[in-house]
């Protein structure tokens, strides 16, 4: 991850703002698991886990595959995505003058 425009930079700190997610992602620091020896490790449930997966999987912050073991079934593993955000003064300057505007609410335009 190199450069963040706004939006991208608060999906990814969004995305890393909870306890579980950030369990996640140090447990997934060791290297790639699967779902559920990941939910084991951290202490939720899989379907918890799947949600936590979902939301840092879309701000591009991990990677699924799935695979097939040796026995036929499939597992879905997950992985760290490459990751290198040095958090700076100057970044969140950069980052804010690209954000989005606000939608403006019909009381606003009256």
Request: aromatic content about 2%.
């Amino acid at each position: 991850m190199t450069t963040l425009d706004g939006d991208r930079l608060v999906e990814v700190l969004a995305a890393l703002a909870h306890p579980v997610r950030l369990r996640i992602v140090a447990q997934l620091s060791r290297g790639r698991d699967y779902v559920s020896h990941l939910a084991r490790e951290i202490g939720v449930s899989r379907p918890l886990l799947h949600l936590h997966l979902q939301k840092l999987e879309a701000a591009g912050l991990v990677v699924g595959n799935l695979e097939l073991s040796a026995d036929g079934k499939a597992m879905k593993y997950f992985e760290l995505a490459e990751l290198d955000l040095h958090l700076t003064p100057g970044l969140v300057v950069d980052a804010a003058a690209t954000l989005t505007p606000p939608a403006t609410s019909a009381q606003e335009d009256s």
